[in-house]
């Protein structure tokens, strides 16, 4: 599968705010195997404290981050830190990241920070995450659970449902930054009776995808309104474009030799990119497509 392959697989596109011109927050989400150490090298990690490390307890979070409702802060020494009289159903085991982990529970439950960013860079952030079990006499809260990523309150990514409990998975989401500053949030999904841990979490400029990193060139459209199909030039080869309309919906046209068929575009105001195998090859434009 190629790298463009597994980008349409996984994209999700929405707009982040309007200017002068439309700037767009991309999403590029998937499962990785490799531990999240690897990918973040010392001092790349833009978060806080992204290893969650702090003294464990209930009702604690970690330097760094601000939580929603009341997570906890567990490792493997000692019993669980939470409500008394919850037990975990099995043996915890570290991350690779080790030590603490911020556990988050129930529907909704989460952390969240704010980092300073880039706008029109790439960002991506990569964690590791488990469900863990725990009972009580009366309650038991060791559903399949999962972990949402939400960027400036957008949804970035959900994990599938987590059945292998108490054995670390890694997840990574790659985004453009929108403004100076973003939120970063994670929370639990897949119902009211799970208990999930995140650890590991890094954030760090992706220099492979970043916007300054691309020689980017704008591309020519003839004619501009186009109504049917239009001509595209820009300088780099290419073979289909990408199209983004006002509401976030996304198409991707073939390009023969410069040539689009638009006849699948409705008409309105669209932000079109060339693209090649390799990724984006332009900047983005606008390109305003007319009823037939």
């Not at 995450?129 to 949402?148: F, K, L, N």
């Not at 080869?237 to 575009?265: T, Y």
């Amino acid at each position: 599968m190629t790298w463009i392959d597994r980008f349409l697989a996984t994209v999700s596109v929405t707009l982040g705010r309007m200017r002068s011109t439309l700037i767009l927050l991309l999403f590029v989400g998937g499962l990785r195997t490799a531990p999240v150490d690897a990918q973040c090298a010392v001092g790349l990690n833009l978060l806080e404290n992204g290893d969650f490390e702090g003294a464990e307890g209930e009702s604690v979070v970690a330097a760094g981050w601000t939580g929603m409702s009341t997570p906890d802060l567990n490792d493997v020494n000692g019993p669980l830190n939470t409500t008394t009289g919850y037990y975990w159903t099995e043996q915890p085991v570290a991350s690779a990241n080790g030590g603490t982990w911020q556990n988050i529970c129930c529907a909704a439950e989460g952390v969240s920070q704010v980092v300073e960013t880039t706008e029109g860079a790439i960002y991506q952030l990569c964690y590791e995450y488990t469900a863990q079990g725990i009972v009580s006499e009366s309650y038991t809260y060791a559903d399949p659970g999962c972990i949402q990523v939400l960027i400036n309150s957008v949804l970035a990514l959900t994990t599938p449902l987590d059945t292998t409990p108490y054995t670390w998975e890694t997840a990574c989401v790659s985004f453009l930054a929108s403004g100076s500053t973003t939120d970063v949030q994670f929370i639990t999904c897949g119902g009211d009776q799970v208990y999930m841990a995140i650890d590991g979490a890094c954030l760090r400029e992706d220099p492979s995808s970043s916007v300054d990193a691309i020689d980017r060139v704008t591309p020519r459209i003839a004619p501009n309104p186009a109504s049917g199909s239009c001509r595209i030039t820009c300088g780099k080869p290419f073979d289909r474009i990408e199209a983004v309309d006002a509401r976030g919906g996304r198409h991707l046209l073939p390009a023969v030799q410069g040539q689009v068929d638009l006849s699948r575009l409705a008409s309105g105001i669209w932000t079109v990119r060339s693209w090649a195998s390799q990724g984006p090859v332009s900047r983005p434009v606008r390109m305003v497509v007319s009823p037939l």
